[in-house]
């Protein structure tokens, strides 16, 4: 599902000119990525799709760099030079010209964002992003949280003030929610804390809520982080 908000443009007050802004669930990284695959079992577990992508990122930037354009199901590519020329006798210049890469949708890509499902949000809505958290314990990433370990948020917008209702807490199967106690470390792009030991089930999945208000404004703010966590 794909969100987005409507802002107006810093135009003519006399005609105002308004704009849609997607607002991400989040940014996966390619252990991420990964990390989704295996869920569909893929074969030769996650050694084997970390070679087959590594493999197709060498074999597309190679083939770009050899002045290839590239079509693919998910993305089209190509590269062009940017900077002016004094005439065609003239050649590229370092500093004054550049070479750039673009890309666009691929059929199947495109196809898929036509029939893609899309909601409204509030502008006032604007929440954390929560990234990414990694358990100081297993050092796993996005994956797991060990009961009485240390943890490590890390995002945007996350900074958790002491106002009604404000904190990080770990949603449980049923829609409780188990507030975490010690922060660390509270920043807007990284938030550090301890793993509650009580009113957590080994085994059990969670996901991470941050609630909080950001500039000062008077209303509470709901992010989550995309992946859930198994508790250990």
Not at 30 to 42: F, G, K, S, V
Not at 47 to 69: H, K, M, T, W
Not at 145 to 161: S, Y
Request: with cysteine; proline share 5%.
């Amino acid at each position: 599902m794909i969100q987005f908000v409507i802002r107006r443009l810093l135009t003519d007050p006399a005609a105002p000119r308004y704009v849609g802004q997607v607002r991400p669930m989040g940014t996966l990284t390619l252990d991420q990525i990964i990390d989704r695959m295996m869920e569909r079992d893929p074969i030769g577990g996650r050694p084997a799709a970390l070679a087959v992508l590594n493999n197709f990122f060498s074999v597309c930037q190679d083939r770009i760099l050899e002045g290839y354009n590239l079509t693919t199901p998910f993305f089209n590519a190509k590269v062009g030079v940017r900077g002016g020329f004094d005439g065609p006798d003239d050649g590229f210049q370092a500093g004054r010209n550049s070479v750039h890469f673009s890309a666009t949708a691929g059929n199947a890509m495109s196809k898929a964002l036509d029939n893609v499902h899309v909601e409204k949000l509030e502008t006032q809505a604007r929440a954390g992003n929560a990234t990414q958290v990694i358990d100081v314990t297993s050092g796993a990433v996005s994956t797991t949280l060990t009961k009485g370990g240390m943890a490590r948020l890390t995002g945007k917008r996350l900074r958790i003030g002491g106002g009604a209702g404000e904190g990080l807490f770990l949603i449980l199967p049923n829609g409780s929610a188990v507030g975490i106690v010690l922060l660390a470390v509270n920043k807007p792009s990284e938030v550090v804390f301890q793993v509650p030991t009580t009113g957590l089930t080994v085994g059990q999945t969670v996901q991470l809520e941050i609630r909080n208000r950001l500039n000062g404004t008077a209303e509470l703010r709901i992010a989550r982080l995309p992946q859930s966590l198994t508790v250990a």
